[in-house]
């Protein structure tokens, strides 16, 4: 095709194929394994993804009337490859809810809670919060220890253990509701690699209309902490704070309904939620561009009868993991998935117009919960695609006047979308795909 240089041409672009396919939203490539098969009762898995690219994951082996056992898969590489499980803790009490983490200096970190059954209240009498730990990437555990006793009461360890700082972490926890009918969640935050606990208050009582808050799970982000929260209505309710060990206000009810939810947050800068569902009946995931202050429409991950609400998902560098139970013809198995998080949006309605004032005016389509957009421009000169494209402008608002343009030349522009903590493609690759193209010819 050939330009005609008049005072001003404007020409707008659109790439072949393989542009449409960088253009796509929502694709991500996708793995899924399963860590382990048994025909015994599987419980409460997490997942822990390791400096080397493998992953652990622990979950219960065992139901409540028989022995139980804290069990641990490790896969070679990403989610491939899956050992056999094996036993890291055994006890003749009732084991709920291992957490497992690998800190920055590379020590795994397990903790888990247990009770034992009183035969005179014929009841679960809770004992504690317990530790255990490997120095040799998991291969050997320490005998469990516990770390945290809160005066009897039952504590639920419901969030995945995190290190937020080196050797700081955290994890979320409740207690059943009480004698006057209220339900507490919490974080415990440890400043000393696990050595010693302290409670942070997320919220005690009950909501109005006496609904009850429990199974925590907490997050931070580089712009504050979330923690939601299953509601006895069958929503989930958020908390935001400026830090881990501040101030939680009241939560406020969401537009998610489900139960046992978990965080994650991606370098993509995106929020993410996994929680179990009720209907359709199985597990579905949310995600926020905005820090949780709006969430978009739930969508299901897995589906059926023998999905379990037991689930955890960790986020590594821009993948999710996300980890199910299945139990089918009397079989359980821990099931993982490797998910790359989805890129925000690429920006559309991008144009482009000279001004009397030898200004270009660039403008596109404002896209809700996006921080900011990257402006690009590359020489145009005869081709029909752009060439090499450099960042010119970031902007806050959907629109840039360009007064660097020379006469006589071309130009070629196109825009990137920015969500949370999103950072520069040419740092990280976490941000949007590029707009369809405009060129523009000035004389």
């Not at 590359?378 to 660097?404: F, L, N, Q, W």
Request: with cysteine; charged share 20%.
């Amino acid at each position: 095709m050939r330009a005609r240089y008049t005072s001003v041409v404007l020409i707008c672009a659109v790439l072949l194929s393989c542009e449409n396919l960088r253009q796509a939203v929502g694709t991500s490539s996708v793995n899924e394994s399963t860590a382990a098969v048994s025909e015994f009762s599987l419980s409460h898995p997490d997942i822990a993804v390791l400096k080397d690219g493998s992953c652990m994951t622990v979950f219960v082996r065992g139901n409540e009337a028989g022995s139980q056992s804290i069990a641990l898969t490790r896969s070679r590489k990403n989610i491939r490859g899956w050992s056999r499980p094996a036993d890291i803790i055994r006890t003749a009490w009732r084991a709920q809810n291992p957490a497992i983490a690998q800190l920055m200096d590379g020590l795994v970190v397990v903790l888990f809670s247990q009770s034992r059954f009183d035969e005179n209240s014929g009841k679960y009498v809770p004992i504690g919060v317990f530790m255990t730990e490997s120095y040799d990437d998991g291969r050997t555990f320490t005998a469990p220890r516990m770390v945290i006793q809160d005066n009897g009461r039952d504590i639920q360890v419901s969030g995945s253990l995190r290190e937020i700082d080196n050797g700081r972490m955290v994890f979320a926890a409740w207690s059943a509701a009480g004698a006057g009918g209220e339900s507490d969640c919490f974080v415990f935050v440890s400043d000393d690699r696990g050595i010693s606990w302290r409670k942070i208050p997320v919220f005690s009582g009950t909501m109005a209309g006496s609904i009850l808050l429990s199974n925590p799970s907490v997050i931070q982000t580089e712009y504050g902490c979330v923690c939601l929260m299953q509601g006895s209505d069958g929503f989930l309710y958020q908390s935001s704070a400026s830090r881990i060990d501040g101030e939680w206000p009241v939560p406020r009810r969401t537009n998610l309904e489900g139960a046992a939810p978990c965080l994650a947050f991606p370098e993509t800068g995106t929020l993410y939620t996994l929680f179990s569902d009720t209907w359709p009946l199985g597990i579905s995931t949310a995600r926020s561009y905005n820090r949780g202050m709006t969430w978009e429409d739930e969508k299901p991950l897995t589906q059926g009868n023998g999905v379990y609400g037991s689930i955890s998902l960790k986020a590594s560098g821009s993948d999710l993991f996300y980890v199910w139970l299945n139990r089918t013809s009397g079989e359980y198995s821990v099931n993982v998935r490797q998910q790359a998080a989805d890129l925000p949006r690429a920006p559309r309605g991008v144009s482009a117009a000279l001004l009397p004032d030898s200004t270009v005016h660039i403008r596109w389509n404002t896209q809700a919960g996006v921080d900011y957009y990257v402006v690009y421009r590359g020489p145009a000169d005869s081709a029909d695609v752009p060439g090499k494209m450099r960042m010119v402008h970031t902007a806050a608002e959907s629109r840039y006047a360009d007064h660097s343009i020379e006469p006589g030349k071309g130009y070629w522009y196109q825009v990137t979308a920015v969500c949370g903590a999103g950072k520069l493609m040419q740092d990280t690759g976490m941000e949007s795909r590029h707009s369809k193209p405009v060129r523009i010819y000035v004389k």
